[in-house]
């Protein structure tokens, strides 16, 4: 059965890398070069060190996942992808590199699921639920962040990289139209992009305080358009302009540019947030 979130985002990849994020283009001009340094800013973010349990909700094809690990010397690795194509690939890309115990300890199911939070825990309590560049594509952010706060340990940080909608933008415009148009067609549910405001109300009746949201949005949006133009050329000047998999990489030059026209007529934010858990 063909899955929409799939393998495709391989062919963005330099060879051996299978990141599948909006990436962090501030010094990167490669897709895995940014994809990673999403990842690094979000690690970051989450305060990740070598007392760190993690949790990662929606690892895609799972590169992140030894990066917890080596970069910031985490403790255990834990995590959950809806994607069954994305989890077999991670799975077997982790047992090649030597990391068994993380290709153990992942498992395919539903975030949303409160089963699948149990099996893949098993009775561990996180100290970071981390979401990398997927919470918008969850059926429900608000519901995901409670189970998240349900899961962490005492004191654990829940974070992620995500949209939210420009405070500017106006919901009665045309524009807001094709925004719901995009969303729909991107498997985005619209109940999860809101306004900054009230995405922190959400995680405070979540259970969570100490919230941190900081807009990456010109270090972000703009960037998958810039290098899905230069990966054109770059194969136009080869003399590959019809080369097979241009078909494939469709979808990434509508994404990119639909993504720099809703930043430049602000639409839409991308956001780093981070928040603690209450109570
Ligand atoms: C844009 S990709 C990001 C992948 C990865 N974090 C990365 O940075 O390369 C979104 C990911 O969220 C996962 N996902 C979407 N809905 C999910 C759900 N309900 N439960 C778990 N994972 C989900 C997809 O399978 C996909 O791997």
Known sequence: ?????????????????????????????????????????????AGLDPQSVVFDAGFGCGDQLPLWRDHF????????????SQTAHARAKLERAG???????????DINDPGIWRTALNREKPSHVIALDCAYHFPGRTEFSRLAHRHLARDGRL?????????????????????????????????????????????QEAGFDNIRMTDISPHVLPG????????????VSAGA???????????????????RWAYRRSILRYCVISATKTG
Request: aromatic fraction near 10%; charge should be positive.
């Open 99 to 109: 990391h068994a115990a993380i290709a153990a300890a992942i498992v395919q199911g």
């Open 1 to 45: 059965m063909s899955e929409f979130h799939n393998l495709a985002e391989l062919a963005l990849n330099r060879t051996d890398q299978s990141w599948g994020n909006l990436g962090y283009w501030k010094s990167a001009t490669d897709y895995s070069d940014a994809c990673r340094a999403l990842a690094l800013l979000l690690g970051e973010e």
């Open 73 to 84: 010397r985490v403790a255990r690795v834990r995590g959950v992808n809806l994607s069954r």
């Open 159 to 203: 974070a992620l990289t995500d949209f939210v909608l420009a405070d500017q933008h106006d919901t009665a415009s045309l524009r807001h139209q094709l925004l719901r148009w995009m969303l729909k067609c991107s498997r985005i549910a619209e109940d999860n992009i809101v306004r900054r405001d009230h995405y922190r109300l959400q995680l």
């Open 224 to 235: 998958l358009a810039r290098f899905m133009q230069k990966l054109r050329q770059d194969k």
């Open 241 to 259: 302009g019809t080369y097979p998999g241009w078909l494939s990489l469709l979808k990434y030059r509508v994404t990119g540019r639909f993504l």
